[in-house]
C-alpha cells in the first residue's frame, strides 16, 4: 500500500469548514483513498473513499487532485463531537482485504467553540 | 456494514499472565484483522486471520506471542500470551465484508498489563 503524508494537527472553529489535507504521491492507479476517524477510546470510523471523482456523503466531502497524488478531506460545518484523529489510507479496493490498511499518524483535529 | 463485538472491554493483567480477545461479527466475512494501538500510537497491523487456515503475522509479531484461532466465519480470537507491560494497548479487529471495500472495526480491547 502507497504511504501517505497528513499534518499531526489542525484546529477548526466550530461551524466552520475543516479542511484536512493528505498527501498519497505514490498512488498507485488502482489504489482508491479512503478516510477513517478515531474519536478517542473508540475503533476507526469509515468516512468515506473515492478514486479519482470528488465524493460527498452525509458525513464529508472528498476532493481528489486530477493527478492523484493529493487529496482534502471536507467537513463542511464542523462540529465539537468531530474531534478525532482523522487518518487517510490509500489501497486498492479488494473486498476481502479492506481491512488491511496501514495507518500513517494521521491528523488530531480539534473542533473549538 | 458490519457490527463488531469485542470482548473484554478493558481488563487489568498481571505480567506473566495470557488474556484472550474474542471478535464476533454479525454477519460471514473471508478474513479478519487484528490491530494493535499502543498509548498515543497509530495501529498496526498484528495479523490476518483466515477461516480454516494458520493466521499470517505481519513482521514483528509472531504466533507464540499472539496466538489467534478462526474457528468459522463470525469469530475470532487473540490471545497475548505472557504479557509484559510493554504489551499496555488497544487491541482491534476488523473486518471488511464482501462487496463493500470499507472496513469496520471493533471498538478495541483496552489492555493495561501491571
Known amino acids: 500500500d502507497a504511504k501517505t503524508t497528513q499534518p499531526p494537527s489542525m484546529d477548526c472553529a466550530e461551524g466552520r469548514a475543516a479542511n484536512l489535507p493528505c498527501n498519497h504521491s505514490t498512488i498507485s492507479g488502482n489504489e482508491y483513498v479512503y478516510w477513517y476517524r478515531q474519536i478517542h477510546s473508540q475503533g476507526p470510523q469509515y468516512i468515506i473513499h473515492?478514486?479519482?471523482n470528488n465524493e460527498t456523503n452525509e458525513m464529508a466531502s472528498l476532493i481528489i487532485t486530477e493527478d492523484r497524488k493529493s487529496s482534502t478531506l471536507i467537513l463542511p460545518h464542523a462540529t465539537l463531537r468531530d474531534t478525532a484523529v482523522y487518518y487517510c489510507i490509500v489501497r486498492a479496493p479488494t473486498n476481502t482485504n479492506a481491512g488491511k490498511s496501514t495507518f500513517g499518524d494521521g491528523t488530531t483535529l480539534t473542533v473549538k467553540p | 456494514s458490519a457490527v463488531i463485538s469485542q470482548k473484554p472491554s478493558r481488563d487489568i493483567c498481571q505480567r506473566g499472565t495470557s488474556l484472550t480477545i474474542q471478535c464476533q461479527v454479525d454477519?460471514?466475512?473471508?478474513?479478519m484483522f487484528w490491530y494493535r494501538q499502543q498509548p498515543g500510537q497509530s495501529l498496526t497491523l498484528i495479523a490476518t486471520?483466515?477461516?480454516?487456515?494458520?493466521?499470517?503475522?505481519e513482521s514483528g509479531f509472531v504466533i507464540d506471542k499472539f496466538p489467534i484461532s478462526r474457528p468459522n466465519l463470525t469469530f475470532s480470537t487473540l490471545t497475548v500470551s505472557n504479557m509484559s507491560p510493554e504489551d499496555s494497548s488497544i487491541y482491534l479487529c476488523?473486518?471488511?465484508?464482501?462487496?463493500?471495500?470499507?472496513?469496520?472495526f471493533g471498538q478495541g480491547t483496552r489492555l493495561t498489563v501491571v
Open positions: 454477519s460471514q466475512v473471508t478474513m
Open positions: 476488523s473486518v471488511s465484508v464482501n462487496g463493500v471495500s470499507e472496513a469496520f
Open positions: 473515492g478514486l479519482k
Open positions: 486471520a483466515n477461516q480454516g487456515s494458520e493466521a499470517t503475522y
